[in-house]
């Protein structure tokens, strides 16, 4: 295996969330001398995101940007982490909301103002990430998370899969400890779990055999959704307290509700921190869900699914950097701004300007 394949499948475990396999793969890349000076940054940069402690962040960072000097996205996410040098951890940032910290997260946390009703949802991080179900959430920017004695605070989907079916949303939290999650490994069939809900219901259960037999990465358990009684998202905890998977109102053909295994929920959460370290200008598509890089440059238009963007600010657009985001020159030059960058629902998707159809063939159009 080449230096090239081993650092992607290293990335690979690390989107997985099994960090405690892939860190030995990236620290013995970096130290081998064998990568070409954009990998070793970027596997520098991986390893950033292997621990929460900011020091060390820091220090991967620099490595990573003295080996690729002009890598401008690294360069904004170390210059993120330095500006916070000198500033007291007790007060909160100019127009930030005030940060709770608890010293112990609660088991389960409910959302409320999505789509599709009131939902569970799990932290899985200590800077206040949540799961919840896509289902659950929608199109929604905003929601409301409510921690029980704690009351209710204000939390921002910041980045959805709809075909895992994993939303992620960020609430002003500090945990004191890091959630404990079972380890990134198969989970193994008949393990009983317990499934509290955000209205105090606690629904027990098992896995079930099937997962392998319908090719599908989720879970299948023993319960129905009219036992979940919401728009899902249930944390599964072992015996062990650790957190195994949330639920869905997905369905097997028997009718049993599938859960989304950790593993999937960890990477998507390693993909989104890492993001806002590296593209921290980039913004939130809510209607794919993902990472809309067109805001850095002044785009209008998710260019993952063409949707308009809600735009916090206006910017001047970036020709080169549009350019490349929305692959133009592969379709027809926009009439009124000359952008080859394709259309979408009949708009261009650099100045959101009308296109002129096309007219079918054997409509009698003259050519």
Known sequence: MSPEQELRQAIQLMQEGAVSTAVPMLSRLVESGQLEDQGRAAAYAWLAESREDRGFKISCLERALAADPANGQIRQGLQ???SKDGRPDHLPELG????LTLERAPQVAGIAGGANGVASAA???QNGLLATTSYAVGGAEAVSVE???EGTLSGNVVRRDPLQDIALIEAPVRLARKPASAPPAPTSEQLPFLAPSHDGTRLRGRLMPGQQAARTPWLTTNLLPVQIGSAGGNPLFDDREQLIGILTLNTNPAGFVYAIPIQQIAGLA????RDRLLLPEAG???ACGGLARALMY?????ENCGAQIKLAEVKAPQPDQLRQIYSENQTRPCPNCGAAVGHYRGRCLRCGHAQARR???GSGAQA
Do not use: D, K, M, T
């Open 80 to 82: 993120q982490l330095l």
């Open 96 to 99: 930030e909301p005030e940060i």
């Open 123 to 125: 932290f899985v991080s």
């Open 147 to 149: 921690l029980g004695r």
């Open 270 to 273: 390693a993909a989104y921190q």
């Open 284 to 286: 939130y598509c809510r």
């Open 298 to 302: 002044g785009g209008r238009y998710c």
């Open 359 to 361: 007219p079918r063939i």
